[in-house]
């Protein structure tokens, strides 16, 4: 399947936060409270370091299962896939306390990711995800806030990643994961998240890492939705299985946003 440059972008609905605040809170099956002090990463070179051997792209398919409450809306996830480069793939989510403020939740996701797309090729941006979110965010004008991940891939291999809260990412290689995101928390279960207001977090707070893929890697990006209800082990059997799909009850209600993508060369 060929990557494909069309954006889509879907509704969710989290837990309103009782004290009318716009943090989420959720329960996590796996987690673990992370916190607290922003990191002061350094910014990559924006530079492409030339391409030795086969040039890597990723190719993609996506899905999205609303919260069942949200079906009709399609929840607040949003994401984005391009084709610029070797990929590029983006989920943001949407906080949903904003609902008690009369916010649709929806809105800030679903403009972040359209601004981040528009974006992908700027001159500026140069290959960098963090700056990607850094722009993306500026550029958004709703109001409410979203955790994100923005992961590109550079043809030589190198899959830059940045990460604001508990969106999360995996690199799948014959069966094993050999590199996995961690989320940003506040605390336990109140993510990082990007926000309309000065009182959220930006571009500085991102996590960024990058990791060398190779021909035949497997990534599963995804809203915590997904990470939330499906343990690593469980994502690895899935992957290269092909399925007509389990129907399970229970869990953490949530919109889930997964997308898979497979390193092919170019
Ligand atoms: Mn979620």
Redesign the pocket.
């Known amino acids: 399947m060929a990557a494909t440059a069309v954006s889509q972008y879907y509704l ?1 609905f ?1 837990s309103i936060p009782e004290d009318g605040g716009t943090w ?1 809170r ?1 329960r996590r099956r796996t987690g673990s409270s992370v916190c607290c002090t922003p990191p002061v990463p350094s910014i990559p070179s924006s530079s492409p370091p030339p391409v030795v051997g086969p040039e890597l792209s990723l190719s993609f398919g996506a899905h999205v299962i609303p919260h069942p409450k949200k079906v009709e809306k399609g929840g ?2 949003a994401f984005f896939i391009s084709s610029y480069n070797g990929g590029v793939v983006a989920v943001a ?1 949407g906080v949903s306390g904003w609902a008690e403020q009369n916010v649709n939740p929806a809105l800030f996701s679903r403009e972040l990711m359209s601004k981040a797309s528009s974006l992908v090729e700027d001159e500026e941006v140069s290959y960098n995800p963090r700056t990607l979110i850094q722009k993306a965010h500026a550029a958004t004008s709703s109001v409410g806030s979203a ?1 994100v991940i923005i992961a590109m891939l550079e043809k030589n291999g190198t899959l830059k990643i940045a990460s604001v809260g508990d969106c999360g990412l995996r690199v799948i290689r014959k069966g094993q994961v050999v590199f996995s995101t961690s989320p940003e928390e506040h605390y336990f279960d109140c993510p990082y998240q990007l926000s309309s207001e000065a009182v959220g977090q930006t571009y500085l707070d991102a996590t960024v890492s990058s990791v060398e893929l190779v021909k035949g890697d497997t990534l599963v990006i995804g ?3 997904l990470f ?1 209800n499906v343990f690593d082990h469980e994502i690895v059997s899935a992957v290269g299985t092909t399925s007509d799909g389990v129907t399970n009850t229970g869990g953490k209600l ?2 889930i946003t997964v997308i898979v993508g497979h390193a092919e060369s170019s």
């Open positions: 969710s989290h989420r959720r607040e996830d989510d955790t809203s915590d939705g939330d949530d919109d």
